[in-house]
Protein backbone atom coordinates (compact mmCIF):
# COMPACT_ATOMS: atom_id res chain seq x y z
CA UNK A 1 0.00 0.00 0.00
CA UNK A 2 2.54 2.47 0.82
CA UNK A 3 4.23 1.90 -2.50
CA UNK A 4 0.96 2.82 -4.46
CA UNK A 5 0.67 5.92 -2.06
CA UNK A 6 4.58 6.99 -2.96
CA UNK A 7 3.77 6.52 -6.73
CA UNK A 8 0.98 8.78 -6.24
CA UNK A 9 3.05 11.01 -4.16
CA UNK A 10 5.29 11.43 -6.66
CA UNK A 11 2.90 11.67 -9.58
CA UNK A 12 1.36 14.30 -7.79
CA UNK A 13 4.78 16.92 -7.65
CA UNK A 14 6.11 15.70 -11.65
CA UNK A 15 1.94 16.52 -12.53
CA UNK A 16 2.27 19.61 -10.30
CA UNK A 17 5.23 21.08 -11.65
CA UNK A 18 3.83 20.95 -15.34
CA UNK A 19 0.97 22.61 -14.14
CA UNK A 20 3.14 25.53 -13.28
CA UNK A 21 3.00 26.02 -16.94
CA UNK A 22 -0.22 24.74 -17.93
CA UNK A 23 -2.81 27.43 -16.78
CA UNK A 24 -5.42 24.56 -16.31
CA UNK A 25 -3.24 23.01 -13.19
CA UNK A 26 -2.86 23.84 -9.78
CA UNK A 27 0.74 23.30 -10.13
CA UNK A 28 1.77 24.59 -6.63
CA UNK A 29 -1.21 23.01 -5.30
CA UNK A 30 -1.13 19.67 -6.39
CA UNK A 31 3.22 20.00 -5.98
CA UNK A 32 2.46 20.65 -2.04
CA UNK A 33 -0.29 18.05 -1.81
CA UNK A 34 2.51 15.09 -3.24
CA UNK A 35 4.66 16.63 -0.77
CA UNK A 36 2.54 16.49 2.20
CA UNK A 37 1.05 13.18 0.73
CA UNK A 38 4.19 11.88 0.86
CA UNK A 39 5.05 13.13 4.87
CA UNK A 40 1.84 11.32 5.51
CA UNK A 41 3.03 7.83 4.67
CA UNK A 42 5.89 8.22 6.81
CA UNK A 43 3.54 9.51 9.46
CA UNK A 44 6.03 12.78 9.27
CA UNK A 45 8.85 11.25 10.48
CA UNK A 46 11.18 12.24 7.25
CA UNK A 47 9.74 15.30 6.25
CA UNK A 48 9.24 16.70 9.34
CA UNK A 49 5.84 18.99 10.27
CA UNK A 50 7.86 22.13 10.16
CA UNK A 51 9.03 21.41 6.31
CA UNK A 52 5.02 20.42 5.67
CA UNK A 53 4.54 24.08 7.08
CA UNK A 54 7.40 25.55 5.02
CA UNK A 55 6.36 24.50 2.41
CA UNK A 56 2.57 25.36 2.61
CA UNK A 57 4.20 29.21 2.97
CA UNK A 58 5.75 28.71 0.06
CA UNK A 59 2.32 27.21 -1.60
CA UNK A 60 0.86 30.14 -0.71
CA UNK A 61 3.48 32.55 -2.08
CA UNK A 62 3.30 30.83 -5.18
CA UNK A 63 -0.25 30.94 -5.58
CA UNK A 64 -0.34 35.00 -4.92
CA UNK A 65 2.34 35.07 -7.39
CA UNK A 66 0.32 33.98 -9.95
CA UNK A 67 -2.44 36.05 -9.66
CA UNK A 68 -0.27 39.56 -8.71
CA UNK A 69 1.96 39.27 -11.55
CA UNK A 70 -0.36 39.25 -13.99
CA UNK A 71 -3.11 41.58 -12.47
CA UNK A 72 -0.19 44.16 -11.44
CA UNK A 73 1.20 44.35 -14.88
CA UNK A 74 -2.09 44.91 -16.36
CA UNK A 75 -2.91 47.42 -14.13
CA UNK A 76 0.20 49.03 -14.69
CA UNK A 77 -0.61 49.51 -18.36
CA UNK A 78 -4.06 50.87 -17.87
CA UNK A 79 -5.79 47.73 -17.93
CA UNK A 80 -10.10 47.86 -18.02
CA UNK A 81 -11.74 44.64 -16.49
CA UNK A 82 -12.84 43.69 -19.87
CA UNK A 83 -8.64 43.75 -21.02
CA UNK A 84 -7.72 41.15 -17.42
CA UNK A 85 -11.20 39.08 -18.16
CA UNK A 86 -9.79 38.73 -21.94
CA UNK A 87 -6.49 37.86 -20.86
CA UNK A 88 -8.23 35.01 -17.97
CA UNK A 89 -10.31 33.74 -21.51
CA UNK A 90 -7.59 33.75 -23.63
CA UNK A 91 -5.30 31.61 -20.98
CA UNK A 92 -8.12 29.49 -20.79
CA UNK A 93 -8.59 28.79 -24.59
CA UNK A 94 -4.71 28.97 -24.62
CA UNK A 95 -4.55 25.57 -22.71
CA UNK A 96 -6.46 24.01 -25.79
CA UNK A 97 -4.97 24.97 -28.52
CA UNK A 98 -0.94 23.87 -27.89
CA UNK A 99 2.47 25.34 -27.27
CA UNK A 100 1.89 28.13 -29.30
CA UNK A 101 -1.74 28.95 -27.56
CA UNK A 102 -0.41 29.04 -24.03
CA UNK A 103 2.20 31.52 -24.91
CA UNK A 104 0.27 33.86 -26.94
CA UNK A 105 -3.51 33.53 -26.17
CA UNK A 106 -3.58 35.44 -22.85
CA UNK A 107 -2.24 38.53 -25.12
CA UNK A 108 -4.36 38.29 -27.80
CA UNK A 109 -7.48 37.96 -25.07
CA UNK A 110 -6.49 40.86 -23.08
CA UNK A 111 -5.62 43.11 -26.39
CA UNK A 112 -9.01 42.15 -27.27
CA UNK A 113 -11.12 43.18 -24.07
CA UNK A 114 -9.08 46.09 -23.73
CA UNK A 115 -9.84 47.07 -27.52
CA UNK A 116 -13.78 46.31 -26.84
CA UNK A 117 -13.38 48.87 -23.90
CA UNK A 118 -11.50 51.49 -25.58
CA UNK A 119 -11.89 50.77 -29.30
CA UNK A 120 -8.05 52.29 -29.34
CA UNK A 121 -5.52 49.86 -31.20
CA UNK A 122 -2.66 50.67 -29.69
CA UNK A 123 -3.56 50.74 -25.85
CA UNK A 124 -5.02 47.20 -26.47
CA UNK A 125 -1.63 46.35 -27.87
CA UNK A 126 0.33 47.76 -24.83
CA UNK A 127 -2.16 46.48 -22.20
CA UNK A 128 -1.98 42.70 -23.96
CA UNK A 129 1.75 42.93 -23.76
CA UNK A 130 1.77 44.09 -20.42
CA UNK A 131 -0.15 41.21 -19.50
CA UNK A 132 1.26 38.41 -20.74
CA UNK A 133 4.79 39.76 -19.93
CA UNK A 134 3.14 39.58 -16.51
CA UNK A 135 2.10 36.05 -16.93
CA UNK A 136 5.72 35.55 -18.13
CA UNK A 137 7.07 36.95 -14.81
CA UNK A 138 4.51 34.88 -12.43
CA UNK A 139 5.31 31.42 -14.40
CA UNK A 140 9.02 32.23 -14.75
CA UNK A 141 8.26 33.04 -10.37
CA UNK A 142 6.02 30.22 -9.93
CA UNK A 143 8.49 27.74 -11.36
CA UNK A 144 11.40 29.08 -8.84
CA UNK A 145 8.91 28.22 -6.04
CA UNK A 146 7.78 24.80 -7.25
CA UNK A 147 11.53 23.55 -8.14
CA UNK A 148 12.36 25.02 -4.22
CA UNK A 149 9.91 23.00 -2.77
CA UNK A 150 10.70 19.77 -4.45
CA UNK A 151 14.37 20.77 -3.66
CA UNK A 152 13.12 21.11 -0.26
CA UNK A 153 11.70 17.57 -0.51
CA UNK A 154 14.38 15.57 -1.70
CA UNK A 155 16.86 17.42 0.73
CA UNK A 156 14.70 15.84 3.68
CA UNK A 157 14.24 12.20 1.69
CA UNK A 158 18.22 12.35 1.29
CA UNK A 159 19.43 13.67 4.84
Known sequence: ??????IV???MILVGIAGTVLPALPGVALVFAG???AAWIDGF???SGWTVGLLAVLT???VAVDYVAQLLSAQRAGATTLG????????????FTGLIG???MPLIGAAIGEFIAHRDMMRAGRVGAATWVGLLVGA????????TMAGIFVAALLF
Open 102 to 104: LLF
Open 60 to 62: VIG
Open 1 to 6: MNTALW
Open 140 to 147: VLKLAIVF
Open 9 to 11: AVL
Open 35 to 37: IAL
Open 84 to 95: IAGAAVGTVVGV
Open 45 to 47: TVI
